[in-house]
Nanobody
Framework: QVQLVESGGGLVQPGGSLRLSCAASGRIVSGYTMGWYRQAPGKQREVVARITSYDIIKVGDSVKGRFTISRDNAKNTVYLQMNSLKVDDTAVYYC????????????WGPGTRVTVSS
Protein backbone atom coordinates (compact mmCIF):
# COMPACT_ATOMS: atom_id res chain seq x y z
CA GLN A 1 0.00 0.00 0.00
CA VAL A 2 1.01 3.64 -0.50
CA GLN A 3 0.76 6.37 2.11
CA LEU A 4 0.79 10.09 1.36
CA VAL A 5 1.13 12.76 4.01
CA GLU A 6 0.71 16.45 3.21
CA SER A 7 2.03 19.32 5.31
CA GLY A 8 2.48 23.07 5.11
CA GLY A 9 -1.08 24.31 5.03
CA GLY A 10 -2.35 27.15 7.17
CA LEU A 11 -3.70 30.66 7.25
CA VAL A 12 -2.10 33.32 5.07
CA GLN A 13 -3.03 36.82 3.98
CA PRO A 14 -3.80 37.64 0.35
CA GLY A 15 -0.57 38.14 -1.57
CA GLY A 16 1.33 35.83 0.75
CA SER A 17 3.08 32.53 0.11
CA LEU A 18 2.97 28.97 1.38
CA ARG A 19 4.88 25.83 0.53
CA LEU A 20 3.13 22.50 0.68
CA SER A 21 4.95 19.19 0.94
CA CYS A 22 3.76 15.65 0.35
CA ALA A 23 5.84 12.67 1.38
CA ALA A 24 5.09 9.27 -0.12
CA SER A 25 5.93 5.97 1.55
CA GLY A 26 5.09 2.31 1.20
CA ARG A 27 5.07 0.20 -1.93
CA ILE A 28 6.08 2.86 -4.44
CA VAL A 29 6.93 1.81 -7.95
CA SER A 30 9.57 3.92 -9.67
CA GLY A 31 8.57 6.27 -12.44
CA TYR A 32 5.37 7.50 -10.79
CA THR A 33 3.61 10.79 -11.41
CA MET A 34 2.53 12.99 -8.52
CA GLY A 35 0.20 15.91 -8.33
CA TRP A 36 -1.72 18.41 -6.27
CA TYR A 37 -5.47 18.91 -6.33
CA ARG A 38 -7.72 21.19 -4.36
CA GLN A 39 -11.34 21.33 -3.31
CA ALA A 40 -13.00 24.50 -2.16
CA PRO A 41 -16.26 24.47 -0.18
CA GLY A 42 -19.17 23.65 -2.46
CA LYS A 43 -16.95 22.99 -5.46
CA GLN A 44 -15.58 19.95 -7.22
CA ARG A 45 -12.02 18.82 -6.73
CA GLU A 46 -9.76 20.30 -9.40
CA VAL A 47 -6.22 19.67 -10.54
CA VAL A 48 -3.67 22.27 -9.47
CA ALA A 49 -0.50 20.78 -10.93
CA ARG A 50 1.03 17.44 -11.88
CA ILE A 51 4.64 16.36 -12.39
CA THR A 52 5.98 13.19 -13.98
CA SER A 53 9.10 11.29 -13.00
CA TYR A 54 10.85 13.12 -15.85
CA ASP A 55 9.82 16.49 -14.42
CA ILE A 56 7.28 17.15 -17.15
CA ILE A 57 4.77 19.53 -15.63
CA LYS A 58 1.16 20.43 -16.13
CA VAL A 59 -0.27 23.41 -14.24
CA GLY A 60 -3.89 24.47 -13.95
CA ASP A 61 -4.86 27.70 -15.68
CA SER A 62 -6.04 29.36 -12.47
CA VAL A 63 -2.62 29.10 -10.83
CA LYS A 64 -0.23 29.53 -13.75
CA GLY A 65 2.51 32.00 -12.97
CA ARG A 66 1.81 31.81 -9.24
CA PHE A 67 2.23 28.17 -8.23
CA THR A 68 5.22 25.93 -8.89
CA ILE A 69 5.35 22.16 -8.52
CA SER A 70 8.60 20.30 -7.95
CA ARG A 71 9.76 16.96 -6.62
CA ASP A 72 12.67 15.32 -4.84
CA ASN A 73 12.81 11.71 -6.01
CA ALA A 74 15.37 10.74 -3.38
CA LYS A 75 12.87 11.74 -0.69
CA ASN A 76 9.73 10.59 -2.55
CA THR A 77 8.40 14.08 -1.92
CA VAL A 78 6.51 16.56 -4.06
CA TYR A 79 6.23 20.26 -3.28
CA LEU A 80 3.85 23.04 -4.21
CA GLN A 81 5.20 26.56 -3.87
CA MET A 82 2.25 28.95 -3.81
CA ASN A 83 2.91 32.65 -4.31
CA SER A 84 0.63 35.66 -4.69
CA LEU A 85 -2.13 33.78 -2.95
CA LYS A 86 -5.71 34.91 -3.47
CA VAL A 87 -8.85 34.42 -1.41
CA ASP A 88 -10.07 32.09 -4.18
CA ASP A 89 -7.14 29.77 -3.46
CA THR A 90 -8.75 28.82 -0.16
CA ALA A 91 -9.34 25.07 -0.25
CA VAL A 92 -8.22 21.72 1.04
CA TYR A 93 -5.20 20.67 -0.97
CA TYR A 94 -4.69 16.98 -1.70
CA CYS A 95 -1.63 15.10 -2.85
CA UNK A 96 -2.08 12.43 -5.51
CA UNK A 97 0.20 9.63 -6.74
CA UNK A 98 -0.04 7.50 -9.85
CA UNK A 99 -1.54 7.92 -13.29
CA UNK A 100 0.26 10.12 -15.78
CA UNK A 101 0.38 13.79 -16.73
CA UNK A 102 -3.29 13.83 -17.74
CA UNK A 103 -4.71 10.96 -15.71
CA UNK A 104 -5.28 11.12 -11.97
CA UNK A 105 -3.60 8.46 -9.88
CA UNK A 106 -5.37 6.17 -7.44
CA UNK A 107 -3.62 7.19 -4.23
CA TRP A 108 -4.61 10.23 -2.19
CA GLY A 109 -3.40 11.95 0.92
CA PRO A 110 -5.79 13.13 3.65
CA GLY A 111 -5.39 16.78 2.59
CA THR A 112 -4.09 19.97 4.15
CA ARG A 113 -6.20 23.10 4.53
CA VAL A 114 -5.11 26.42 3.06
CA THR A 115 -7.01 29.52 4.07
CA VAL A 116 -6.29 32.85 2.41
CA SER A 117 -7.90 35.65 4.35
CA SER A 118 -7.15 39.10 5.69
Amino acid sequence: QVQLVESGGGLVQPGGSLRLSCAASGRIVSGYTMGWYRQAPGKQREVVARITSYDIIKVGDSVKGRFTISRDNAKNTVYLQMNSLKVDDTAVYYCNLGGDLYVTGEFWGPGTRVTVSS
